[in-house]
């Protein structure tokens, strides 16, 4: 995968507002590529995090698992910042997309 995939993977990303979640298909599909949802996780994985100002937390499995290899600390951290911006969860652990997933203008 190119830089150019990540850093537009990245820019999709920023947008996505706090208290809110994108599946990575959902994110692939806002950069124009509908069939590279594994390699927008490439990028969330390889991004700079929050520290760069890339909230991939908020980025998730679309039936609202969170990622298993969450690179900054694991899906415990990843529930803990979402949780911290008011994401709520399921009894299943999963994150309760019908009431948190982002609304991203087509």
């Known amino acids: 995968m190119s ?5 537009r993977a990245h820019d ?4 996505i507002p706090a208290g809110r979640v994108a599946s990575y298909g959902q994110v692939a599909r806002l950069m124009g590529e509908p069939r ?3 390699f927008v996780g ?4 390889a991004s700079p995090g929050m520290a760069g100002g ?3 937390h908020r980025v998730v499995f679309a039936d609202g698992r969170l990622a298993p290899g969450f690179a900054f600390g694991g ?3 990843q529930r803990r910042l979402l ?9 299943d652990g999963r994150v309760d997309i019908e009431r948190f997933d982002w609304e991203a203008a087509q």
């Open 36 to 38: 590279k949802a594994r």
């Open 42 to 45: 490439f990028a969330m994985h």
């Open 3 to 7: 830089e150019s995939f990540f850093a």
């Open 75 to 77: 899906p415990g951290e």
């Open 12 to 15: 999709v990303v920023r947008q």
């Open 54 to 56: 890339v909230p991939c």
């Open 83 to 91: 949780e911290d911006e008011g994401v709520g969860f399921l009894p």
